[in-house]
């Protein structure tokens, strides 16, 4: 599949991470009885990693820690192709630490009495601008 | 790992379908080369199939025609865990009949002489609110 990074409107690296920070809400995307799987979860960048509040009892950790996951983050609204997509792909791995400094910033997306975390490392990080381009060709996500 | 409909926020297939006719983009969660993929799409629901408009030359449609995928749509909002998530899995195959219907609906999101489109077969369907439950527990989207 070509690069998401291929053409003009193509994120950086540093564009990807600055416009991931502008949003709490992305997408672990997973394999699961070897079949693709998605799970929408909150999240913080803290220390180059994604961190990611595991739903409770959903198994997420189990299912992922140790593997490749991808993770994805956008603002594109609900109503049409407009704005900026970006994927992570990288190592999942549950977070042992209770002083882990990600805890804190992801209070709001905690439950009971044993929250649990993730960390997935910013191996890959890609993204595009999406929406009409400025030569009116429309949709260009992946173009 | 438990499944999304587990649980009293869990939603029927019915529910599921008509929160997705609400919101115009979701993502196709694939498998590429061994790695979990994620691509956001425009969709529009059509004759119990979702349609979606492939970005040109992404090679998506090479990558999962006759592959079982996922597509995950939702509308949680950027700030915080409230709303609701669908996830559909089943198989995809490339629409090859130029008077498809759904390809009208998609019109916004089409560019270039020719435009590609897939059906993924609603085979599995799941979804649940996200949220502060009633009990004030916080995030329970898969708990």
Redesign the interface.
């Given at each position: 599949?070509?690069d998401l990074t291929d053409g003009p409107r193509s994120l950086t690296r540093g564009e990807c991470l600055d416009l991931m920070g502008?949003?709490?809400?992305g997408?672990v995307?997973?394999?699961?009885h070897a079949?693709?799987?998605?799970?929408?979860?909150?999240f913080v960048l803290e220390g180059g990693d994604v961190v990611v509040?595991v739903?409770?009892?959903?198994?997420?950790a189990?299912?992922t820690g140790g593997a490749?996951?991808?993770f994805?983050a956008?603002?594109?609204?609900?109503?049409?192709?407009a704005g900026w997509?970006v994927?992570v792909?990288g190592r999942a791995r549950v977070v042992r630490d209770p002083g882990d400094p990600a805890r804190r910033a992801l209070a709001?997306?905690?439950?009971?009495p044993r929250p649990e975390f993730m960390r997935i490392s910013c191996q890959r990080v890609t993204g595009r601008r999406?929406g009409p381009?400025s030569t009116g060709?429309?949709?260009?996500?992946?173009?």
């Open positions: 599949m070509k502008t949003v709490k809400v997408r995307v997973f394999t699961e079949l693709p799987a998605v799970m929408p979860v909150g509040c739903p409770p009892a959903s198994g997420l189990a299912a490749i996951v991808a994805e956008d603002d594109l609204g609900t109503t049409g192709p997509t994927t792909v709001a997306w905690t439950s009971g999406v381009s060709e429309g949709y260009e996500a992946a173009a």
